[in-house]
T-cell receptor, first 113, second 113 residues
């Protein structure tokens, strides 16, 4: 069966520090992968999605970036965190082909101080 | 503009009472429709989805949803709510040609003993 992992589960970082969040999917190949952010009291905002290795589409311009170095690995990064980057980051995947349904990971809680 | 609307930010029901959470969508053609549930600090869990066919969809945890084309709605229902159903519920839509889900702003459900 397929599973999705995210780590770390919780992260507290100072403003200006770098960030690296990791998402991996097991039990499937060539998934579509997604990064969402959920700020306090708000809905989900799509940040990036990827249809394959090295293929990244950005939905919102910001100081975050994403990379997909391997088929089932998706990384969210920042060189310098802002206070406004605090939130709950969720990774999701869909199987391909015909991947209409997104399945979500457990999330990473990021607090920038 | 294409959008998903959840008119109720917060709903409170007593345990054992029935529940209906509203969702309306605004798209030119009927999108794929989803309901997710999120417990505090957790990722999103898929409750049910509608692609086509029978307009009454059964999901997990005793939930069901009814698609009504004439009202552009996809309301979530449960006949008898349990205390463990307290969570935030998100409706989402995926147009046939798109890869990205559009989420509603969520409805927070409180269950009274």
């Amino acid at each position: 069966s397929q599973t999705i992992h995210q780590w770390p589960a919780t992260l507290v970082q100072p403003v200006g520090s770098p960030l690296s969040l990791e998402c991996t999917v097991e039990g499937t190949s060539n998934p579509n992968l997604y990064w969402y952010r959920q700020a306090a009291g708000r809905g989900l905002q799509l940040l990036f999605y990827s249809v394959g290795i090295g293929q990244i589409s950005s939905e919102v311009p910001q100081n975050l970036s994403a990379s997909r170095p391997q088929d089932r690995q998706f990384i969210l990064s920042s060189k310098k965190l802002l206070l406004s980057d605090s939130g709950f980051y969720l990774c999701a995947w869909t199987p391909e082909p015909g991947g209409e349904t997104q399945y979500f990971g457990p999330g990473t809680r990021l607090l920038v101080l | 503009a294409q959008s998903v609307t959840q008119p109720d930010i917060h709903i409170t029901v007593s345990e054992g009472a029935s529940l209906e959470l509203r969702c309306n969508y605004s798209y030119g053609a009927t999108p794929y429709l989803f309901w997710y549930v999120q417990s505090p600090g957790q990722g999103l869990q898929l409750l049910l989805k509608y692609f086509s066919g029978d307009t009454l969809v059964q999901g997990i945890k005793g939930f069901e949803a009814e698609f009504k084309r004439s009202q552009s709605s996809f309301n979530l229902r449960k006949p008898s709510v349990h205390w463990s159903d307290a969570a935030e519920y998100f409706c989402a839509a995926l147009p046939g040609s798109a890869r990205q889900l559009t989420f509603g702003s969520g409805t927070q459900l409180t269950v009274l003993p």
